[in-house]
């Protein structure tokens, strides 16, 4: 009886946090402004929020990156679409027929928001790109409804939620956002919803095969961090008398309400980048190319490969692009690195709360390599190991760290493959290829171990230049061959 009272009583408890949580009042500016929002949203205040600042050095090119594939966003004129003004933005709600299908899920559509800057001061877009912030931004907003049956239920799950962006620049007459806007003075208040017919809503959109993709958060309270972000390179325009209207027209309060505010410069600041990378579906021009990262499904071929295909084929075409180079063995000490990330990836991506705690509690942002796949994949390794399960390493990598780490796109070094793992897949595989693979990763681990028992020996170099001190040389690879201990002769058919 005591327990089912206890039990009662917390459900109690969360329904009323809860419901506090949603009925908190927040604004962009003064006593409720956003510097304020994480007294009462703490996900505001925790780590892999949105918008941020979008630079040249945080982008790497993603080769699987193709064009965005929508459906049924040609919506026909009989169907009405709710227009209406909630107090922070202008959203138009949006048939869930619609949907993305080219990401790992199929997210669904729920509604179109926008923020703007003010007819004083056009600028008003919440991403911003090498220091240009944009007249306005649109979202699109998406969950995912393959797993969760509405955008209530997605809105918390480190997956649950997709959103394209779309920046907006003043220049030519757009008819698309007229479509809408012409509507605009029926809902100058809060709280007000009139009905639109419908429309093409792809015509709000650039063209779909050049943009930013990052993981992110919603960038209104409560700031939960479950958006992978697909940020549209190129913009689209709308007139200056378009502009002016829906930054003129709109109020924030309630019509009964004695003093009206007006409803515009409803954006929030770039946040911290934290530890994430920006993948781009292009490659930058002016001569000047990203670095590329290594397909995601590669990782997850090669590992297939190393279960049940050819070994010799295996490392003349793909192994070397996921084993760590020797350099990277020889850089930092791992170990360290390890101790202070995360337990797991999964548990970082589906529990915001901890980031925002980890944030609050005065500790500092990971360091970029303790998201490196490695680390992530040894510390799996070392918790099977202690539950004596290592017979679940392969099933574990497949269900659990593959799906989460393909999509997500702040992993510096998220193509390496840790090399315990690949000894323990050939551990089941009996064959003279197997063997020989084995015994070059031997090698490696004494090429490792005695590098960093070298580098911790050898004395610090007084070093007065920026650049760090030389490293104890190494033998070099053979031509074609990046890592020095696979010999080209193991490989020869």
């Known amino acids: 009886m005591k327990m089912k009272m206890r039990s009662g009583f917390t459900s109690l408890l969360l329904l009323r946090a809860a419901s506090l949580l949603h009925a908190a009042k927040w604004t962009y500016s003064g006593a409720d402004g956003e510097q304020h929002w994480p007294k009462h949203f703490p996900y505001c205040g925790g780590t892999f929020q949105s918008p941020i600042h979008i630079t ?4 790497r090119f993603d080769p699987t ?7 049924n966003y040609n919506l026909p004129p009989t169907e009405q679409l709710t227009l209406g003004n909630n107090g922070h933005s202008v959203q138009i709600s949006l048939p869930s027929r619609m949907h993305i299908s080219s990401l790992p899920h199929r997210y669904s559509a729920a509604q179109l928001h926008f923020h703007w800057g003010s007819a004083s001061r056009p600028m008003g877009s919440e991403h911003t790109v090498n220091h240009k912030q944009f007249a306005g931004e649109m979202h699109v907003v998406h969950f995912n409804s393959e797993k969760y049956p509405n955008m209530s239920v997605a809105v918390d799950k480190s997956d649950g939620l997709a959103v394209l962006g779309v920046l907006i620049e003043i220049g030519e007459f757009s008819p698309a956002f007229d479509q809408f806007l012409k509507f605009i003075n029926g809902i100058k208040y809060k709280g007000q919803k009139v009905q639109v017919p419908g429309f093409n809503v792809q015509d709000l959109l650039p063209r779909l095969d050049e943009y930013y993709r990052y993981d992110g958060s919603l960038t209104t309270p409560p700031c939960y961090p479950s958006v992978l972000w697909t940020l549209f390179r190129n913009t689209v325009t709308i007139s200056r008398s378009q502009f002016v209207s829906l930054a003129t027209a709109l109020f924030s309060s309630h019509a009964q309400d004695s003093t009206p505010v007006p409803l515009n ?3 929030r600041k770039p946040q911290e980048v934290d530890s994430r990378l920006v993948l781009v579906s292009f490659k930058e021009g002016r001569g000047k190319l990203a670095p590329t990262v290594t397909p995601g499904f590669m990782r997850k071929h090669i590992v297939l490969q190393l279960l049940v295909g050819d070994l010799a084929d295996l490392a003349d075409e793909g192994l070397f692009q996921l084993l760590p180079s020797v350099s990277k063995l020889q850089g930092g000490n791992k170990k360290e690195l390890w101790s202070k990330g995360p337990k797991s990836k999964k548990h970082m991506l589906d529990s915001p709360q901890k980031k925002s705690q980890s944030r609050s509690e005065g500790q500092t942002v990971p360091n970029q390599n303790t998201l490196c796949y490695v680390s992530l ?9 202690q539950a004596h399960a290592e017979n679940r390493l392969v099933q574990t990598l497949q269900d659990e760290l593959f799906p989460q780490l393909n999509l997500r796109s702040f992993l510096d070094c998220r193509s390496d493959l840790a090399l315990p793992t690949i000894r323990h897949i050939l551990s089941g595989r009996p064959t003279d290829e197997a063997w020989e693979l084995n015994q070059s990763l031997t090698k490696a ?3 490792q171990k005695k590098t960093s028992t070298a580098l911790k020996k050898r004395k610090p170099v007084t070093n007065t230049s920026k650049h760090p001190p030389t490293m104890v040389p190494r033998r070099p690879p053979s031509q074609g061959h990046p890592h020095p201990w696979l010999l080209p002769m193991e490989w020869e058919d």
């Open 265 to 267: 410069t409803n954006f």
């Open 65 to 71: 990156l193709g064009p965005v594939t929508l459906h």
């Open 377 to 385: 994949e040894q510390r799996v390794v070392t918790q099977l190991h």
């Open 445 to 447: 681990f004494s090429v």
């Open 56 to 59: 040249s050095d945080l982008l």
